[in-house]
T-cell receptor, first 114, second 116 residues
Framework: AQSVTQLGSHVSVSEGALVLLRCNYS??????LFWYVQYPNQGLQLLLK??????LVKGINGFEAEFKKSETSFHLTKPSAHMSDAAEYFC????????????FGQGTELSVKP | DTEVTQTPKHLVMGMTNKKSLKCEQH?????MYWYKQKAKKPPELMFV???????INESVPSRFSPECPNSSLLNLHLHALQPEDSALYLC???????????????FGPGTRLTVL
C-alpha cells in the first residue's frame, strides 16, 4: 500500500530564510505526488504536482519540489520565506490502482518568524 | 471557474437533527469527494463519486449519507450524529483518472460542523 511520511510536524524559519519541508513516499509503482497548503480555516490549495514529466517541479508562490526516485523523496523548498507562508503543508500520493484516492502525510506546520 | 463552493460555512446541530452539506463545482469534473478533517490532522477520505455513481465508501457510518444529484452537485446528509463527528468537512473534485493522468483534486473551503 502507498504511504507518505512527512518528517517534522512543525518547522519554524525566519523571514527570508530557506524553507525545506520533507516528504518521503513508499510506492511499488511510479507515483503521482502532490503538495497542498492549508491556511487556517480554509480548504486545501494545490501548490504543485509531480507527474513524471520533469523531476524539478515549480509551483505557485515561489515553491518548488524535486522528485528523487533513489531517495523516494519529494521535498518542498522555497528560497526565501515570507510571513504569508505560515500554514499547514500536506504531501500526498495518488495510486493509479486506487481510483484516484489521495494518501496524505500527517502534515507539517510552518511558522515564519519576523 | 476553478472554484469548489460549499455551504454552509458553519453548522451547529444537535444529535437528533437532520441536516445537509452541499458542494458545487462547474469545472466539468466527473469525480467528487467528501473528506473529514480533524484539527491538526490530514483529511480523511469518506466517499468518492465517479460519473455520479458511488465508487468508494471508506466504511463510513450510515449516519452520513452521500448523494450526487448531478455532475456538478454533491450533498452529504447528516442524521443522528455524535459529538465526535464534529470536524471540518471538505469537498473536492477532479477529472476522472485516465491512463497516464494525474488527478489533482480541487478543494472547497469546507463546512465547520459542531455536534452538540
Amino acid at each position: 500500500a502507498q504511504s507518505v511520511t512527512q518528517l517534522g510536524s512543525h518547522v519554524s524559519v525566519s523571514e527570508g530564510a530557506l524553507v525545506l519541508l520533507r516528504c518521503n513516499y513508499s510506492s511499488s509503482v511510479p507515483p503521482y505526488l502532490f503538495w497542498y497548503v492549508q491556511y487556517p480555516n480554509q480548504g486545501l490549495q494545490l501548490l504543485l504536482k509531480y507527474t513524471s514529466a520533469a523531476t524539478l517541479v515549480k509551483g505557485i508562490n515561489g515553491f518548488e519540489a524535486e522528485f528523487k526516485k533513489s531517495e523516494t523523496s519529494f521535498h518542498l523548498t522555497k528560497p526565501s520565506a515570507h510571513m504569508s507562508d505560515a500554514a499547514e503543508y500536506f504531501c500526498a500520493v495518488s495510486d493509479p490502482g486506487q481510483g484516484g484516492k489521495l494518501i496524505f502525510g500527517q502534515g507539517t506546520e510552518l511558522s515564519v518568524k519576523p | 471557474d476553478t472554484e469548489v463552493t460549499q455551504t454552509p460555512k458553519h453548522l451547529v446541530m444537535g444529535m437528533t437533527n437532520k441536516k445537509s452539506l452541499k458542494c458545487e463545482q462547474h469545472m466539468g469534473h466527473r469525480a467528487m469527494y467528501w473528506y473529514k478533517q480533524k484539527a491538526k490532522k490530514p483529511p480523511e477520505l469518506m466517499f468518492v463519486y465517479s460519473y455520479e455513481k458511488l465508487s468508494i465508501n471508506e466504511s463510513v457510518p450510515s449516519r452520513f449519507s452521500p448523494e450526487c444529484p448531478n455532475s456538478s452537485l454533491l450533498n452529504l446528509h447528516l442524521h443522528a450524529l455524535q459529538p465526535e463527528d464534529s470536524a471540518l468537512y471538505l469537498c473536492a473534485s477532479s477529472q476522472v483518472r485516465t491512463s497516464g493522468g494525474a488527478d489533482e483534486q480541487f478543494f472547497g473551503p469546507g463546512t465547520r460542523l459542531t455536534v452538540l
